[in-house]
């Protein structure tokens, strides 16, 4: 075991250096740069001043050289300054990267609770109303966009019923450290995580319901019943955990992709995290804070998929022959 | 199982009329838009709408509640970057936050011009060349220090200092006397700009002497004792930038002091009992970030007193109970350039080229006259946006009004090119150039909004209607960056574009139409415009008038030679919850400032 994660983590580091070199190519493609960005549409700006600028940070050089520089300083962990934020990119994504992993985890432990009861009970009781109920369910919040659900959450429980704050991470006024600071917190973070979670339920719920289905037909089940299992166990003991083993695969994904994937939710609930920032330094060539970016998402899918393996590899014994 | 499968395919057909549904709108939606096709009928419809006008201060006019608390929405889809120092911001949303707690030593009039009324008095002397600001008694920091000439000076000297990389260094200050050598590094001290030993007055010379001192000096200071000094290597410049005294805990000298900041969501500014002015209205003012989706909502439910509202929700706001709607036509205009020539990066000039497609003049009014702009205006912004008529926005009182542009005039654009000798020679609807050889124009415009594709498709069909053919740039819309992108480097397939220039206080065209400017995308040059350019910003136009009448003859030659054909002026709009009182969007008027602002109940 010790052997196989050691492996992987070796592998992780080409992949990664991998990534960046295509990162910085890819950023280093699209037109324009962050002095163009800052400076777009604004006529004060003289050509002296932008090209003053662009010598000073070295974009006038080579490609490669600039790749050099960027990577000897990455791997010490320094990624350079934002030009549209002025501060070191390390600071500014330290700032946000709390925010964006507290909505997250909540999301997933959410997207959890709710998806995995569902998926046993419409995957146990195949045909009743109660499956009905969870398909269609299911296919309603694979249909709506998150952006759309979003709003309608916003106005349903912040504007009409006046349930919940309307954005924001946490009331100004609440001292930081108290009680009410957490509290205030949770009430902030309740309709981000649930308009995330409610929606990202489907694909957990469809392949449990699926996989649990499958599996109640096969021989060691058909053994189990005619050995004389009670019922609930042959559902817990044998079907589960093999239905489960997808489930567990997708973990990490679902932990990369939550990490990248909440720009809108963010945006719509003025929540300031990683999603937003990544989408404005784009459109603002702020070139150091998009690789920074980029290498986080690209680490966190890597990590996150040795998770799942490793995962799999405990649940799956058979994963772990050579 | 049979059972089954026909609930799945109920479901599925239910999720497909959704998306079914879906589709068919957005078909609606461009349909829509093809409908409005200059159809007579249509265009009546339209006049008889009426043009919307707005106020600029607030009605509501009971007393003042002692105490009070505002809450002002920044209306953006991002976190504020918050960077809090006048020098060090970028951004138009830092500018919103900035407003509460920092100042100019110098207020401005309606006309964005410095006057006396502000926290220093100013005097100009020495041929124009010198300006003289003397701080006023009284004037204090927040940590309670008095305000100094030298804080003053240390903006300079970090604007101009060869390590600061920020937007600020430009035109007048880098025209301050010895700023090029202290730029350099050559000089440890700026040379143009004395103290006096009180410490209350700073005189900073220049090296030419420009009206543009009158609406661009800068004259917001640093606090130096807060900060550290950069000059003396007490902090570096990165230190600095990144400093929690600009970002969570920065001083001013403003009505209110920044309390507590969220990064990037909020901030909470409570009154400054020492502020020079007098004493705040409100006790406290909270700042937060409002999603524009979620920002019309937020008004109705009294959870945002002011906002700056999104003007493609005007329709939706108009007739709200809540809070009212101030306007007042912007700094900025929409335009369509005509690409003249090119860039010449070597000796940093524009140079004209007689042969370039569109050279010839008369093609150019022709092609603004097509354009009907009242429709765009009133259809596609609903009264929001108005035909321009020149150059010079009418927010500044530079605009000549006599001036009345080049209205919608097809039956004139027509004859224009038909004594340009551009004809229809083969029959096909479509006019040839001059030599009889096909004409097409490439037309570059940007992305962004849902109005920008129909109204690109509706200046197409207007210039068809003339018989002109113009066809996207690669055949579709291009985003921001790519778009100035494609401007600054110059593309030479690019014959017209669309695009929109804010331009600031400073009546000077210069920095868009001069011959040395690299934001002259049309890379127009005449030797009347090098001098009328240079007269603007003479000594002799230090008079108000001279410098009118010679910005009135710009503006003329500009209509007359078309190198950008201005399309239309915007109004800008603040939502105003109806408790507010003593708010004012005019610069000019002394409810613009926020020590006024209060709230009734």
């Known amino acids: 075991m010790l052997k196989f994660i050691l492996r992987r983590t070796l592998i992780m580091i080409p992949q990664l250096f991998l990534l960046s070199l295509i990162v910085f190519v890819l950023a280093k493609a699209m037109p324009g740069d962050a002095i163009t960005g800052a400076f777009a549409g604004d006529p004060n700006a003289t050509e002296e001043r932008k090209e003053e600028l662009r010598e000073k940070f070295g974009l006038n050089d080579p490609w490669y050289e600039q790749y050099g520089r960027w990577i000897g300083n990455a791997v010490q962990g320094d990624f350079g300054s934002s030009y549209m934020y002025k501060q070191p990119v390390t600071t500014l994504l330290a700032g946000k990267v709390g925010n964006t992993v507290l909505l997250a985890l909540f999301t997933l432990i959410i997207t959890y609770i709710i998806a995995i009861p ?17 398909v269609t369910y299911n296919y309603f919040s694979f249909a709506t966009p998150l952006f759309v659900f979003s709003l309608l959450m916003l106005f349903l429980f912040s504007f009409i019923l006046g349930w919940f704050p309307i954005g924001g991470s946490v009331d100004i006024k609440i001292e930081e450290g108290t009680w009410d600071y957490i509290v205030s917190k949770m009430e902030h973070l309740f309709l981000p995580v649930m308009s995330g979670a409610l929606l990202a339920t489907f694909g957990t719920i469809q392949y449990l319901r ?19 299992v009670p019922e609930r166990k042959v559902y817990t003991k044998h079907i589960l955990r093999n239905s489960l083993l997808p489930i567990a695969a997708f973990l990490g994904y679902e932990i990369a992709g939550l990490i990248g994937g909440s720009i809108f939710i963010e945006s719509i609930f003025s929540y300031p995290g990683l999603g937003q920032l990544f989408l404005t330094s784009i459109g603002a060539r702020d070139f150091t804070v998009v690789t920074a970016l980029v290498m986080i998402l690209g680490t966190a899918t890597i990590i996150g998929t040795m998770l799942s393996d490793i995962i799999l590899s405990i649940v799956d014994p058979r994963i772990r022959v050579e | 199982m049979v059972k089954k499968k026909l609930m799945m395919l109920v479901s599925l057909m239910l999720v497909l009329s959704v998306f079914l549904a879906a589709c068919g709108k957005d078909k609606e939606k461009v349909e829509g838009v093809e409908k409005e096709k200059p159809g007579s009928e249509k265009i009546e419809e339209v006049e008889k709408t009426e043009e919307p006008s707005f106020p600029v201060d607030v009605s509501n006019k009971d007393a003042v509640l002692e105490d009070g608390e505002l809450v002002y929405g920044l209306v953006s889809s991002d976190p504020f970057k918050g960077t809090l120092s006048p020098v060090f911001y970028q951004d138009a949303y830092d500018a919103e936050l900035l407003r509460f707690f920092a100042e100019d030593l110098l207020a401005v009039d309606g006309d964005y011009l410095i006057t006396n009324d502000g926290a220093a008095t100013y005097d100009i002397s020495d041929e124009n060349k010198t300006i003289t600001i003397k701080i006023k008694d009284g004037v204090k920091w927040h940590d309670g220090e008095p305000v100094k000439a030298s804080d003053l000076l240390y903006s300079y000297e970090i604007m101009g200092h060869p390590d600061y990389t920020g937007m600020r260094f430009d035109f007048p200050t880098t025209n301050i006397k010895g700023m090029t050598a202290y730029h350099q590094g050559k000089a440890d001290t700026i040379s143009g700009i004395t103290i006096s030993d009180d410490d209350k007055t700073i005189a900073i010379a220049f090296e030419t002497a420009s009206p543009s001192i009158l609406s661009g000096v800068w004259t917001a200071p640093t606090p130096r004792h807060y900060l550290g000094d950069v000059t003396k290597g007490e902090i570096t410049m990165e230190e600095l930038e990144s400093s929690d005294k600009i970002r969570t805990k920065p001083i ?76 007042r036509l912007g700094l900025s205009y929409t335009y369509i350039g005509f690409n003249l020539g090119e860039w010449d990066k070597k000796n940093k000039i524009n140079i004209m080229d007689s042969k370039a497609k569109l050279a010839d003049k008369r093609v150019r009014q022709a092609m603004w006259h097509a354009m009907d702009n009242e429709v765009v205006g009133k259809e596609m912004y609903h009264g929001l946006r108005i035909p321009a008529t020149t150059l010079i926005t009418p927010a500044i009182s530079f ?14 654009a027509k004859a224009l090119l038909d004594e340009a000798g551009f004809v229809d020679v083969n029959g096909d609807g479509i006019r040839e150039d001059a030599e009889g050889k096909e004409f097409v124009l490439n037309f570059l415009t940007m992305s962004g909004g849902e109005v920008a594709e129909p109204l690109a498709k509706w200046y197409m069909q207007n210039w068809e209607e003339i018989g002109l053919k113009v066809v996207l740039l690669d055949g579709r819309l291009h985003e921001l960056q790519a778009f100035y992108d494609m401007l600054e480097t110059g593309r030479p397939d690019i014959d017209i574009f669309q695009g929109a220039w804010k331009t600031g206080s400073d009546p000077d065209p210069s920095g868009i139409h001069g011959r040395e400017s690299v934001s002259n995308f049309s890379h127009y040059t005449s030797e009347k415009n090098d001098e009328l350019l240079a007269a603007g910003v003479s000594e002799q136009a230090f008079d108000v008038d001279y410098r009118k009448d010679i910005y009135n003859q710009w503006q003329a030659m500009m209509v007359e030679d078309v190198s950008l054909a201005p399309t239309l002026y915007r109004y800008d709009l603040e939502a105003v919850s109806k408790r507010v009182v003593n708010y004012s969007i005019d610069p000019g008027s002394p409810n613009y400032a926020p020590w006024m602002w209060g709230v009734t109940k």
């Open chain 1, 118 to 134: 569902l998926g046993i009970v419409a995957g146990r009781w195949t045909d009743t109303w109660a499956d009905k109920l969870i």
């Open chain 1, 210 to 228: 699926n996989d649990i289905i499958d599996t109640k037909l096969k021989d060691f089940v058909k053994t189990a019943r005619a050995k004389g």
């Open chain 2, 252 to 327: 001013g000298f403003g009505p209110y002091k920044v309390v507590k900041v969220v990064s990037g969501e909020s901030v909470l500014y409570e009154r400054f009992d020492d502020y020079w002015g007098g004493k705040p209205n409100l006790k406290s003012v909270v700042l937060k970030v409002v999603n524009s989706a979620s920002v019309l909502e937020a008004l109705k439910k009294g959870e945002v007193d002011i906002a700056k509202f999104p003007t493609d929700q005007y329709l939706n706001a108009k007739d709200a109970d809540q809070f009212e709607l101030l306007g």
């Open chain 2, 399 to 412: 605009r000549d009004d006599e001036n009345k542009g080049r209205s919608y005039d097809p039956e004139k």
